[in-house]
């Protein structure tokens, strides 16, 4: 029997993170070197490394008996706590009624995109999950491309806007932002928010990193400052080291009472709840505890670390332009400046780039810029600065905390070996393209075909 698929189906395309990890993989189990077995350095992969925090864990196993169907938007137990852990740490009252929990927010993305009409602005480079989901969706969408300090300007938001005829705009905002690292603060928040005001756009803001924020001080919430036109995502994956846990929530703008009814709607029909012993052990992460605010403190303190080596290392490669990250564990890297030498070498795309830099010597892994909805010519990359032992790590810090800038960079040397030999891999490759040095990538190529 043959089966007939949806063109609909047939039009989706691989994410890219996903396409990467197949070619690593193949790669891994093919090359022929011996020096291979360990594998390759990875700065491709957004996931935090650290473990799961202890007292989720216990809530787990404590809950694991819980086989009933949850509510719709989530057991009141956890959309309780998540309205305290936002006014707690982000000084936003939230009614528990405003807070839908569902199974990570990259779903929960996808079904606000569902519910909204209107036309999607994305400011770009973005996350790479974003517009797979707007072109499966069919959505009316354009490009917002950032200034050289890769933030959007409020004034270029309004020209789009004005371009425009649907009556609803989405902005798709992600701060702090990924991949870049950099963080929009207030005063840049408020003029963003005044041209949503006055062209009527609703704003779906990703604040997925927010407790990552260096300088916790300065991360100021998009439904704080926007509140009658935010939708607010957040959840377990980053801040808690919990991605496989699939949770995540949404609060919705303030007066959004038929929205919500509408919302339900489409929460029940895909996937009716959330698995009820993960709402009970998310509990205990967003409910606010010393061992929480520890866990936040020590963790983003050693993505700050991590994230000032990679910089500092990438920034000392000439003509390489690396963005400064205030969140997140991840850099943008702007190889463009080698555009002519990798071409010379027949690497005319970002993707050739990255295929390149994980093949034999350099054993490095990226993800380049046309998986960030840039060009495909963008000889850019995000740098993710993960790739070392989460909890023997973090068990280190807590030992013997570095303060100085010289026992950080000891810090890092000693506890991310990985990191370090992978950047010295990455400046290896450039320099080899600056010096023309022959890279016969075309018979490693063949050997993980």
């Known amino acids: 029997m043959r089966f007939v698929v949806d063109q609909q189906v047939e039009d989706i395309e691989m994410p890219e993170n996903l396409k990467l990890n197949t070619f690593l993989q193949e790669f891994h189990s093919s090359c022929p070197h011996s020096e291979c077995s360990f594998g390759f350095y990875g700065f491709a992969f957004g996931q935090s490394p650290f473990p799961v925090p202890k007292i989720v864990q216990d809530a787990l196993v404590k809950n694991a008996d819980k086989g009933a169907y949850a509510a719709v938007p989530g057991i009141p137990e956890l959309r309780n706590a998540i309205s305290k852990y936002n006014k707690h740490y982000f000084g936003m009252d939230i009614a528990p009624e405003r807070i839908y929990v569902g199974p990570g927010t990259k779903e929960l993305i996808f079904n606000l995109l569902e519910a909204l009409h209107g036309t999607v602005i994305l400011p770009t480079p973005a996350w790479l999950g974003y517009l797979p989901q707007i072109r499966f969706l069919k959505k009316n969408y354009h490009m917002l491309p950032t200034r050289a300090n890769k933030k959007f300007s409020p004034n270029d938001l309004r020209k789009l806007a004005l371009r425009l005829q649907d009556r609803q705009k989405i902005l798709i905002l992600n701060n702090p932002h990924n991949p870049t690292g950099l963080l929009y603060d207030r005063l840049e928040l408020e003029e963003i928010a005044d041209v949503c005001r006055e062209q009527n756009i609703t704003v779906i803001s990703d604040e997925i990193y927010a407790q990552t924020t260096y300088d916790f001080s300065k991360f100021v919430s998009m439904g704080k400052v926007y509140p009658e036109g935010t939708f607010v995502t957040n959840g377990l994956s980053k801040s808690h080291a919990a991605g496989g846990y699939r949770l995540g929530y949404v609060i919705f703008p303030q007066h959004a009472t038929d929205l919500k009814r509408q919302f339900k709607k489409i929460l029940a029909t895909e996937y009716t709840a959330v ?77 050739k780039l990255s295929e390149s830099l994980i093949l034999h010597p350099y054993h490095t892994a990226i993800v380049g810029g046309d998986s960030l909805v840039l060009e495909r010519t963008d000889f850019s990359a995000r740098i993710a600065y993960v790739d070392y032992d989460g909890a023997k790590v973090y068990k280190n810090y807590l030992e013997s905390k570095p303060k100085t800038s010289s026992e950080k960079v000891e810090f890092v040397k000693n506890n991310a070996p990985k990191v370090v030999a992978g950047l010295e891999m990455i400046e290896k490759f450039f320099e080899n393209m600056r010096n023309g040095t022959p890279q016969k990538l075309q018979s490693q190529k063949n050997s993980v075909a």
């Open 275 to 351: 698995s009820t012993p993960i709402q009970h052990a998310a509990v205990a992460g967003f409910e606010f505890s010393k061992e929480m605010d520890e866990y936040f403190e020590v963790t983003r303190n050693i993505h700050q670390i991590m994230g000032e080596y990679t910089h500092h290392k990438l920034s000392a490669i000439d003509g390489v332009k690396v963005t400064k990250p205030n969140a997140t564990f991840y850099l943008l890297a702007d190889f463009n400046a080698f555009a002519t030498d990798l071409q010379k070498m027949n690497i005319m795309t970002s993707q």
